[in-house]
């Protein structure tokens, strides 16, 4: 076991844990911990083996190497890669030096990025979005011509706009991992990289779907939700069924007693806690196909939270129970 300290909170890990990982296990521990000790992640998936490394958005700067080497490391260094020591201490939202280098990586990923968020289904659950928000800058110091590419239907469900891809590869990741075979990846190198399919090839495996809920950006969408709803003004729940194929737990994105679309239930670090079928997500579009178990809790952080009639309800038995109490004392 090591103890590690990150932004003045300290905590026991197993060795070989990573700094990003203490992080997450440091607030899920401590309910008092701000969220943003843990840092920002877009490539890294801990369901996802050898992802993370490529993003740099969860930098942090190691002050303490360790007890027994405590020189602090020379720069800031991705947390979702780097293992923890015994005695190491680090910053994340302390560290005005890492919040610069930050929007600096920020600034990057935003170089090719268009600012087509009013058109964009992946509004309000973007983490690009979220970090844009935060980090970004009003406009861009960029004076070249932006890459573009043509959109493209990689499947009978899925729309891919390369021109968002942030190159993070987890949809190329979870098609090696949890899918039977894999038709895409990388082409070219360098400022030419692109994600696409090989030749006179379509997505289109059992588990093909999951590639739309790893992505971080609008770069991959499902082709039976586009343009029909923003997400907030949806009902999240949770629901099951009997699948063969999968757990068959997901979250139903309904609009009155219409399904507009299927999704896994993710976490609070934004990643899906199990992977579904395509039959589950593209093909059960009638509530007579589920259980509906309740509300599915949203964050009061995230946009979707807005309006939503979990909170109105909690709401509503807040106020119930403040006019029982007035009445009582009269």
């Not at 690009?128 to 928000?133: C, K, P, V």
């Not at 994600?195 to 379509?202: L, V």
């Not at 007693?257 to 896994?264: A, K, P, Q, S």
Request: charged content about 30%; glycine content about 6%; hydrophobic content about 35%.
């Amino acid at each position: 076991m090591a103890k590690v300290t990150i932004d003045g909170h300290t905590i026991e890990v197993p060795d070989g844990t990573t700094i990003l990982q203490a992080a997450r296990m440091l607030v899920d521990k401590d309910k008092m911990v701000d969220a943003k000790v843990a840092p920002p992640t877009m490539c890294y998936y801990s369901k996802l083996k050898t992802s993370g490394g490529y993003c740099r958005t969860c930098i942090v700067k190691v002050t303490k190497g360790s007890e027994k080497d405590p020189r602090p490391m020379p720069k800031p260094v991705a947390s979702c890669r780097t293992k923890v020591m015994d005695g190491m201490e680090g910053v994340n939202i302390t560290s005005p030096e890492v919040i610069e280098a930050r929007k600096g990586v920020v600034e990057f990923l935003l170089i090719n990025h268009p600012l087509d968020c009013p058109i964009c289904d992946q509004a309000g659950e973007c983490h690009l979005q979220d970090l844009g928000y935060e980090h970004g800058l009003s406009k861009t110091r960029y004076d070249f011509p932006r890459r573009t590419f043509n959109q493209i239907d990689i499947g009978p469900y899925i729309k891919m706009h390369m021109t968002r891809c942030i190159m993070c590869f987890r949809c190329v990741k979870v098609a090696d991992q949890i899918t039977d075979y894999r038709v895409h990846g990388m082409l070219n190198r360098g400022d030419a990289s692109e994600i696409s399919t090989y030749i006179q090839k379509a997505i289109d495996n059992d588990f093909s779907g999951n590639i739309i809920d790893v992505c971080p950006v609008g770069a991959l969408t499902d082709r039976t939700f586009r343009f029909k709803s923003r997400v907030w003004f949806t009902k999240p729940v949770d629901a099951h069924r009997n699948c063969t194929k999968c757990s068959g737990k997901v979250a139903l994105w309904l609009k009155g007693n219409d399904i507009l679309r299927v999704t896994g239930r993710k976490d609070q670090w934004g990643e899906v806690e199990e992977f579904i079928c395509n039959e589950c997500r593209f093909e059960k579009k009638d509530v007579k196909d589920w259980t509906i178990e309740g509300p599915r809790h949203i964050d009061r952080h995230s946009v979707i939270s807005a309006n939503h009639y979990e909170s109105l309800a909690s709401l509503k038995l807040d106020i119930g129970k403040q006019q029982k109490a007035l009445s009582t004392k009269k």
